[in-house]
């Protein structure tokens, strides 16, 4: 099969960006710029050179705003997809739908591509770009050349603007998540009934949000004596999420069984969840 076309090509790239960058190789900064035009334009730019591989099928203007409308559509339709699959909308399964279909239909752009004339078909050439700004006639005033400068210029400073936006968000409310969960990882079915010696479990769980790492302690007592003491290091973003075995040693009667969440260099509870149990 003969050459890729120069856009073609650098869908090719972003996929395998794509995947090396969220999959094999994770990078925070290098993943939010290839995965951002993988998920708004390059699936939608790959089915558009597929349905229209004519240069006279659409001008430049309509494949560009075609192909943000298309990708805007496609994405949310394979998370739809996924939903109904064992794989579920989980970061690998969607990262490989989209590359996959993106790679399919780049193919069939080109396969398409390659039955009309050469004149006829639509591509894109980096080079000639390249050998154009080079070559610009020398007769073009100095005033005209400086503000295609300056144009390009600006719209470098645009996009690294923009990049250095989305890399570096701004910091939101400080916040940490404390919550406890049943033995069948929801918010219902409680242990409220224990026996005496006997282990009861409950799922406890903690999120930081403080943009920092963070130490807890997550200290679990009934009528101020502790029966479980866990410490937790956290990093920002990062989540813990453990059964916890409960034993009681003394009877009790529609008691307040606390779960207290500390913060480390904090004598007071950060934060505070309970039940009300029986023990027998």
């Known amino acids: 099969m003969s050459r890729l076309d120069d856009d073609l090509a650098l869908v090719l790239l972003f996929i395998a960006g794509t995947v090396a960058f969220v999959l094999i190789l994770p990078n925070e900064v290098l993943r939010i710029i290839v995965g951002i035009p993988m998920v708004l334009f390059i699936p939608g730019y790959a089915l558009i050179a597929a349905l229209f591989p004519g240069k006279g099928d659409l001008d430049g203007i309509e494949r560009v705003a075609l192909s943000f409308g298309l990708s805007i559509a496609i994405v949310p339709l394979v998370g739809l997809a996924l939903n109904f699959t064992p794989f579920g909308i989980r970061l690998s399964p969607v990262v490989i739908s989209i590359s996959a279909i993106t790679l399919l239909l780049t193919y069939i752009a080109h396969w398409r591509r390659q039955r009309l004339a050469q004149e006829a078909r639509f591509s894109?050439?980096?080079?000639?770009?390249?050998?154009?700004?080079?070559?610009?006639?020398?007769?073009?005033?100095?005033l005209d050349r400086a503000l295609t400068v300056i144009l390009a210029i600006s719209i470098l400073l645009s996009v690294a603007m923009l990049v250095y936006v989305i890399v570096t968000p701004k910091q939101g409310e400080k916040f940490t998540e404390f919550y406890i969960l049943g033995p069948g990882g929801k918010a219902a079915g409680y242990p409220t009934n224990f026996t005496i010696g006997k282990p009861e479990t409950v799922i406890i769980g903690v999120v930081n949000h403080e943009y920092s790492a963070v130490n807890y302690t997550v200290n679990v007592r009934i009528r101020n004596e502790t029966l479980n003491e866990i410490g937790i290091a956290l990093a920002h973003n990062a989540t813990w999420e453990k059964p916890v075995n409960i034993t009681m040693a003394k009877?009790?009667?529609?008691?307040?069984?606390?779960f207290l969440l500390y913060r480390e260099n904090l004598s007071e509870p950060y934060r505070d969840l309970h039940l009300f149990v029986n023990a027998t």
């Open 251 to 258: 009877p009790a009667g529609m008691e307040k069984l606390e």
């Open 124 to 142: 894109v050439s980096f080079r000639a770009w390249y050998d154009a700004i080079r070559n610009m006639e020398l007769g073009e005033s100095r």
